[in-house]
């Protein structure tokens, strides 16, 4: 035998259907954070620039981002992503007197002093991106001039050969 409802259960008024935001919310910030810490683990870090044609190597380790320079038949850049500063012209590459290349080393000590003053610990890690065609001589006046200027690590940018 069932009991007849009161007379306040009968009259309650029901309570419209709200949305709950909170289980929202937490669901997108952990979206959010797995995300971040996928793309920041193994997400692209270097684009190759679209002024040289980077040379292929079987290689494992992805490049750091840091310093980066561009080193092309017409001269070593700064690699910014869309208009590069010319740091050293061809000219001052082939003088045959320079091993160390005065402009470059004046820019990587700048870039030592501003890292400092940042507050930044000074790591001497440098990108290097050089095209096909430059000759081994400029990169060894390159390489030369960056270990004259304490940057000791150098991580050349290579396209990824395919085995087959």
């Given at each position: 035998?069932?009991f007849?409802?009161?007379?306040?259960?009968?009259?309650?008024?029901?309570?419209?259907?709200?949305?709950?935001?909170?289980?929202?919310?937490?669901?997108?910030?952990?979206?959010?954070?797995f995300?971040?810490?996928?793309?920041?683990?193994?997400?692209?870090?270097?684009?190759?620039?679209?002024?040289?044609?980077?040379?292929?190597?079987?290689?494992?380790?992805?490049?750091?981002?840091?310093?980066?320079?561009?080193?092309?038949?017409?001269?070593?850049?700064?690699?910014?992503?869309?208009?590069?500063?010319?740091?050293?012209?061809?000219?001052?590459?082939?003088?045959?007197?320079?091993?160390?290349?005065?402009?470059l080393?004046?820019?990587?000590?700048?870039?030592?002093?501003?890292?400092?003053?940042?507050?930044?610990?000074?790591?001497?890690?440098?990108?290097?991106?050089?095209?096909?065609?430059?000759?081994?001589?400029?990169?060894?006046?390159?390489?030369?001039?960056?270990?004259?200027?304490?940057?000791?690590?150098?991580?050349?940018?290579?396209?990824?050969?395919?085995?087959?």
């Amino acid at each position: 035998m069932a009991f007849a409802p009161s007379k306040s259960a009968k009259h309650r008024k029901r309570e419209k259907g709200e949305l709950m935001l909170n289980s929202m919310m937490d669901m997108m910030t952990i979206i959010l954070l797995f995300l971040l810490k996928t793309m920041g683990s193994s997400g692209a870090l270097l684009r190759p620039s679209p002024y040289v044609e980077l040379p292929k190597a079987m290689r494992d380790k992805e490049p750091q981002k840091g310093l980066c320079i561009l080193i092309t038949e017409q001269g070593i850049f700064e690699d910014m992503e869309r208009n590069p500063r010319m740091l050293v012209d061809t000219q001052e590459l082939t003088d045959a007197d320079n091993v160390v290349l005065p402009n470059l080393e004046t820019f990587l000590n700048d870039q030592k002093e501003f890292t400092k003053r940042l507050g930044k610990p000074f790591k001497g890690e440098i990108t290097i991106q050089c095209g096909k065609e430059v000759t081994y001589d400029w990169l060894l006046k390159v390489i030369n001039t960056c270990g004259q200027t304490e940057y000791a690590t150098l991580d050349f940018v290579v396209l990824k050969a395919t085995t087959s």
